[in-house]
């Protein structure tokens, strides 16, 4: 038969994704936790993909949170990434995920649509942060510029 109704989705990093099924697909409000049981993803599925605001926890206990694209990437300008004290953050472009260009921002606003937590952030400073991946041989960040969690 077709999967139909609450159900959940084992990931390939073995990480379980709870939500309902409609018609076969992984579709409506989802929460995901860590195989070790730490929620790591809250936002809804369309069709089998994620859409919409999704919230999505990344190593060190931070967030990047905002609307995916028609893929379920976290692709466009209104993304950010959320520091772990849930106040700082980097809003701004990101491809695929990865950081594109953003600027240091707090998190300034919280209110509930859709029944998720929808952020609104305010920028603080107009220092550009970029994706620089650093190789063996050679970092590529701006030396002198600070992380503004650290700062």
Known sequence: GILSGKGKVIMIDKSVREGWFQQGYFHGPARGSSPSGVLNYIGHYKAGIPCGLVW???????????????????????????????????????????????KEARLSNIEIKDGLLCPRFELVSERTFCYWPSTKDDIQCPPMQKDPYES
Not at 68 to 83: H, R
Request: proline share 2%; aromatic share 14%; net charge negative.
């Open 56 to 102: 999505t926890s990344v190593r060190g206990g931070g967030w990047i949170v905002g609307c995916v694209d028609n893929q379920g990437q976290y692709s466009g300008s209104d993304i950010a990434f959320l520091y772990p004290n849930f106040t700082t953050a980097l809003f701004g472009e990101f491809k695929d995920g990865l950081l594109v260009k953003a």
